[in-house]
């Protein structure tokens, strides 16, 4: 099967005439699919119940006879203002009581009665309307879930998600630890979200709110499914998850009820970072998908960095997208087609910039639609086969911790859960280490070792987990703020790391956040974080300039677990990961990705490099002896 290569397709926003020479643009491209109409709710469906569909029957013949696939989208992420009009009660209201006003996007709370009908009614309309078409390949519901609202609404739909969770409201007072500031509820109606509040809110309370608010829209995005799967019951259903700092969904819950898991991916680094975090947010997919083959649905073809928007450098936009599919992307993707001439993203690149088909953009756009010609799309499997790609080492990635550590009140505003996995994925990364993610309640027996990054929440079967794991032989790093709190998050008393204790053999009788640097022998730098802690069991590997134990290592049953109490630089990190046995021999910026049947090799360096890779390679059909161009890639079957 080819890769899936294209992007979001907009085209209500230009004449008609645009549309062929779009169709033609995206044949000399390569493109083989579109992501149509995630916006178009207000084109689609003018007045309640009333159907404009003929623009969109014109569009997906246009594809159709072009031999595009379609990605067609159920709207749902853009109500139309008549909606809004209408239903005032189904506008999003801030934390600070504030109910926002039509005007951009996401504007709705997606527990408003009136907000999931009118999105039922669209789905089934598209989905009756389209169910034969012959450009229609997939279904993409919504856009990047993670509105939360605060509304009525929201609270009512919350205290029936705190009911199913807690059964009474002794339980809940107890997890919520309402005995604090008089906080005891004594009927749910006195529960409410976290809404503006005088000082600190419940923890307890804003955790189990964003679990909720990813309850909440999965059971929105599960409806739609429905509905799409009983129209269209062989065309898969999914939905492009946002990544970096925006986490609103817990994505392993998400990922076992979308068909195929999708993600956007727009690094906030440039050059080596970029490349960084392009892997990692890859490798994050294939992991949230099991493993399995997965899809890039959003890229850019330049860098959209707050204040800044600037194009990718040559042949960035290939490095990045070649690293998505050695990471088992089925294509990709981007958005948009062509770069809007107004509206709120009149600046967001795209695969035919402003300037038109004559820009280097464009040229980039249709060699890489070349390449990926000849790049044969990653092998599907059994679902209990083996993964596309083999990773030794994981990182444990849990939402419900990283929430907890986003909290209110906690001993240090710089703990940061996604720069300490960023941090453990780079560093494994730069040695060409191959890592995967995994969540802490995982079967992790195969993985030579797991990189515990700052996860405050872990629960007493997380805990077992990681104890079994490492008495079976495995060897666990764990970094500082881990194993703290239980779900509620309630802290585990009588020493830190509560749930770790045993398994680390040491006791942390204080934190002391660190407002400056210092320097650990042989370590180097460390920051934001230290603590006084006690060897129970365990051996120090680096000490504090007092001479505490800073790094620690205990042997349990056949295993290692290895503890670091501050937050090091990178090559400090590297040098307990050293300790641990975790040191590769690959290049920085030189990435070999191996796939069952073929071998992906990047120089992201702007050197000729060496790689241990030999064959044909499948883009160029010329021999590989062992080294890459600068800034070059091959793919090489095995
Ligand atoms: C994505 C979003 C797109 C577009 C893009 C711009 O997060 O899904 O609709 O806004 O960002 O970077």
């Not at 609270?155 to 002794?170: I, M």
């Not at 509040?197 to 709110?209: E, G, H, K, S």
């Not at 703290?484 to 749930?499: K, M, N, Q, S, V």
Request: hydrophobic share 40%; charged share 20%; net charge negative.
């Amino acid at each position: 099967m080819r890769l899936w290569y294209g992007g979001d397709y907009n085209p209500e926003q230009w004449s008609e005439e645009v549309w062929a020479e779009d169709v033609a643009l995206m044949r000399r491209a390569g493109v083989t699919l579109v992501t149509v109409g995630v916006f178009s709710w207000s084109r689609l469906e003018p007045s309640e119940g009333r159907y404009t569909f003929g623009w969109l029957d014109r569009v997906l013949d246009l594809l159709a006879d072009g031999g595009i696939g379609v990605d067609l989208a159920v709207p749902t992420a853009s109500p139309p203002p008549w909606f809004s009009l209408a239903h005032p009660d189904a506008l999003t209201v801030t934390r600070d009581g504030v109910r926002l006003t039509h005007g951009s996007r996401d504007t709705y709370c997606v527990s408003a009665p009136a907000y999931r009908e009118a999105s039922s009614r669209i789905t089934r309309a598209l989905s009756e309307r389209y169910r034969d078409h012959p450009a229609l390949a997939m279904w993409h519901v919504h856009n990047e879930y993670g509105t939360p609202c605060h509304c009525d609404h929201a609270a009512a739909a919350f205290r029936a998600w705190l009911r199913k969770r807690y059964g009474g409201l002794d339980a809940l007072n107890d997890a919520w630890t309402t005995a604090f500031w008089g906080q005891h509820y004594s009927d749910w109606a006195q529960i409410t979200p976290p809404r503006a509040t005088q000082y600190l809110p419940n923890p307890a309370q804003a955790l189990d709110f964003r679990r909720f608010v990813s309850d909440e829209m999965l059971a929105h995005f599960a409806e739609q499914r429905d509905l799409l799967r009983e129209a269209t019951p062989g065309v898969p259903v999914t939905t492009n998850y946002v990544l970096a700092g925006w986490a609103c969904v817990d994505h392993w819950k998400w990922s076992r009820e979308v068909d195929l898991v999708a993600i956007d991916d727009y690094p906030s680094g440039q050059g080596m970072a970029a490349a960084e975090q392009t892997a990692f947010a890859a490798d994050l997919a294939r992991s949230w998908a099991g493993g399995r083959p997965w899809l890039l649905m959003e890229q850019a073809t330049g860098y959209v960095l707050g204040p800044r928007t600037s194009p990718k450098e040559p042949g960035e936009i290939a490095r990045h997208s070649l690293q998505h599919v050695a990471r088992g992307s089925k294509g990709a993707m981007f958005f948009q087609w062509r770069a809007s001439r107004g509206g709120a993203e009149q600046w967001h690149p795209g695969m035919v910039p402003h300037t038109g088909p004559d820009s280097r953009v464009f040229r980039e756009i249709c060699a890489l639609g070349e390449a990926l010609k000849r790049v044969p799309a990653p092998l599907d499997g059994p679902l209990d086969g083996p993964p596309v790609v083999e990773a030794e080492v994981a990182i444990l990635w849990d939402e419900e911790a990283w929430w907890a550590v986003q909290g209110p009140g906690l001993p240090s505003a710089e703990i940061d859960y996604l720069a300490a996995a960023e941090q453990a994925h780079r560093v494994l990364w730069r040695q060409g280490l191959a890592a995967c993610f995994a969540h802490p309640s995982h079967d992790l027996s195969a993985y030579r070792a797991v990189l515990v990054p700052s996860l405050y929440l872990i629960s007493d079967e997380a805990a077992r987990n990681l104890a079994a794991y490492v008495e079976g032989g495995g060897t666990l790093v764990v970094s500082f703020f881990s194993g703290i709190a239980d779900e509620h998050p309630r802290i585990r008393l009588g020493g830190y790391p509560g749930a770790l204790r045993e398994i680390l053999g040491i006791r942390v009788e204080e934190f002391r956040p660190l407002a400056d640097a210092i320097e650990l022998p042989e370590f180097g730098r460390a920051t934001v974080w230290s603590e006084v802690v006690h060897l129970d069991g365990a051996e120090t590997v680096a000490r504090y300039p007092g001479g505490g134990p800073a790094v620690t290592c205990h042997r349990l049953g056949g295993g290692t677990a290895w503890y670091v109490s501050t937050r090091l630089d990178d090559p400090g990190y590297a040098r307990v990961l050293a300790h641990a046995g975790l040191a590769g021999s690959g290049t920085p910026g030189v990435e070999v990705v191996r796939q069952r049947d073929r071998i992906f090799a990047i120089n992201h360096t702007e050197d000729e490099q060496p790689v241990p890779v030999d064959g044909t390679d499948l883009i160029t059909g010329k021999p590989v002896d062992g080294r890459l161009d600068p800034g070059g890639y091959v793919v090489v079957p095995l």
